[in-house]
């Protein structure tokens, strides 16, 4: 039997962003009431609702980071922090959903029940390659799906941040003042520059894998590519599951976040690759 937990840098990384919160909660409703200016205390009111619903969720997700996984060769248990647990055994797993945007991985049995799995659990490339290894059956449909888009949920995110680096240029105009402005407009330009480098769709076509941009189109073909597989890159103080394609020249190109997740599009590029390529399957170490 293994057993996985949450890991610690996830625990700092939440710890911090909730203190932080609630600081700058405190300070904007300081120097936000008692301001003048019908500009600058929207300015203000803004940071206290954006950073209040912050501490929010983290303290949310708090509550949570006592949990823990166990999984041993018959099925998977999920035990809260209050001591109840809820089992699946492995041929009872009807469906696999992966919520690359929030972070996470849900399995539903054939009675509804769900359970949830995030990524930030220490140790989760290990336990993904159990899942996949005893689930990997549940795969075979997404083989014959051809195009795979990014969530919507994915883009409202980058525009929500969008919005974020927008408000010193906001609060510079309330104001009056140049330097905010100068410093919303950078924000936005880096964030912009950083959107149009993240793919848009993927595409399965005859030769090869076509992945588009916001700016440009990219072919990968067949014969280009060494390998397909699914790896853990680092981020939100735990890991991003990513759909990792090997091109020759030890050149590389990286998916995540896509709809119906990184598991399902895996299984669809490397079925793909190796029929045009006729690869032998991809098999798991015991």
């Known amino acids: 039997m293994q057993e996985f937990r949450i890991s610690r840098g996830f625990k700092f990384l939440i710890y911090t962003g909730f203190a932080l919160s609630c600081f700058i909660v405190v300070a904007c409703a300081a120097r936000g009431f008692p301001a003048k200016r019908r500009g600058t205390a929207a300015v203000y009111a803004f940071g206290v609702i954006f950073f209040g619903l912050?501490?929010?969720?983290?303290?949310?997700?708090?509550?949570?980071?006592?949990?823990?996984?166990q999984v041993d060769d018959f099925g998977i248990t999920y035990i809260r922090q209050n001591g109840e647990a809820l089992r699946m055994d492995w041929q009872d797993v009807r469906k696999v959903v992966t919520g690359d945007v929030l972070g996470r991985l849900d399995l539903y049995d054939f009675s509804n029940h769900r359970m949830r799995l995030a990524y930030q659990i220490e140790g989760f490339s290990t336990l993904m390659m159990i899942l996949r290894e005893n689930l990997e059956h549940l795969?075979?449909?997404?083989?014959?799906?051809?195009?795979?888009?990014?969530s919507a949920i994915y883009f409202a995110s980058w525009l929500i941040i969008f919005a974020f680096c927008l408000l010193p240029l906001w609060a510079g105009v309330a104001t009056g003042k140049r330097q905010p402005i100068?410093?919303?407009?950078?924000?936005?330009?880096?964030?912009?520059?950083?959107?149009?480098?993240?793919?848009?769709?993927?595409?399965?076509?005859?030769?090869?894998?076509?992945?588009?941009?916001?700016l440009r189109t990219r072919m990968l073909r067949f014969r280009e590519i060494c390998d397909i597989d699914v790896r853990d890159l680092p981020g939100r103080g735990g890991t991003i599951p990513a759909v990792v394609i090997s091109l020759d020249g030890n050149a590389t190109v990286n998916l995540t976040r896509y709809r119906g997740g990184h598991l399902a599009l895996c299984h669809a590029l490397r079925s793909a690759w190796e029929k045009a390529t006729e690869q032998p399957p991809q098999t798991y170490p015991p």
């Open 139 to 150: 795969f075979e449909g997404t083989a014959k799906q051809t195009i795979f888009h990014k």
């Open 182 to 214: 100068i410093i919303g407009s950078l924000f936005a330009a880096l964030w912009l520059f950083v959107l149009s480098t993240e793919s848009c769709s993927v595409r399965i076509a005859e030769t090869g894998i076509e992945i588009r941009y916001p």
């Open 54 to 69: 912050s501490a929010a969720g983290a303290l949310r997700v708090i509550r949570r980071f006592n949990d823990r996984v």
